[in-house]
C-alpha cells in the first residue's frame, strides 16, 4: 500500500508539473525539472563491531529494509553536454538483524529517515532535442535524523540510538526520451551510492552500549517525466 501511494502521488505530480507549463518549454533549455517515482534500496550490513557491552551474538548481521518515494530532480545545462544536476527527497529506512537465526528479524534501528543531500556532474550523448542517454558522479552527505533504537535493541538495553551524518559518491547513468518539441521527455535514472555510517547505540544513563560500522551503498533507481525549458 505505501508503495502503491508513493507512485501515485509521484505520477500524479508528473502530469501536473508537464501540463502546466507546456507553452514555455523548450528543447534545448538551460533547465530541467524531473519528477520522478523512486525505489531507494540499501544496504546496511555490519562491517565493524567497534563495541559491545550489550552481549549481541556472535554472527550477528543486519540489514536496511527498502523505500519507494517522490523525488525531484534540478538540472542545470553548462553546455550542450554538461550538465549539473541536485535531487530532493527523504526516505525512511528501519535496520533489522538476519543472522544468527535466533535474532533473525529483531529491529535494531527504527525509523531511520535520511535526507541524501547530492550533486553530480553529468555528461549526454547525443543532441538536445533528441534521446539523451547520460553518466554522471559527485559527492552526497547522507543526513540521518529521528533514527531510534529498534525492539531488540531495547532489548538488549539500549534506550536511544544514533547514525552519523556521512560523507560518500554517487555515480549515475539513465537516458532521457523526448515526447514533443516543448521539452517534455520520459526519464529513466539510476545511481549507486558508496558511502558507510557508524551506529551508535546509548543506554539510560547515557553510556554508549554498542558502536557498530554499516554499509550503506544503496542503489536509488527513479522513473517519471522530465520538463526542460
Known sequence: MIKAAFLSTAAAAAMALAATPAMAGSSDGQIQVKVLATAVLPNGEISEVNRDLIGLPAGTDTAADDNYVPTVAVEYFLTPQISVETICC?????????????IAGGGMVSNATIIPATVTLKYHFGEAGGIQPYVGAGPTYFIFINEKPGALARTLGATRQ????????????????????????LSIDAKRYFLSTSAHWFNAGGTEVLSTRHRLDPWVISAGVAFRF
Open 90 to 102: 527523504v526516505t525512511q529506512h528501519d535496520v533489522t538483524a538476519v543472522s544468527p537465526a535466533a
Open 162 to 185: 544514533q547514525l552519523n551524518d556521512h560523507l560518500g559518491v554517487a555515480l549515475q547513468a539513465g537516458i532521457d526520451i523526448p515526447v514533443n518539441d516543448s521539452g517534455m521527455a
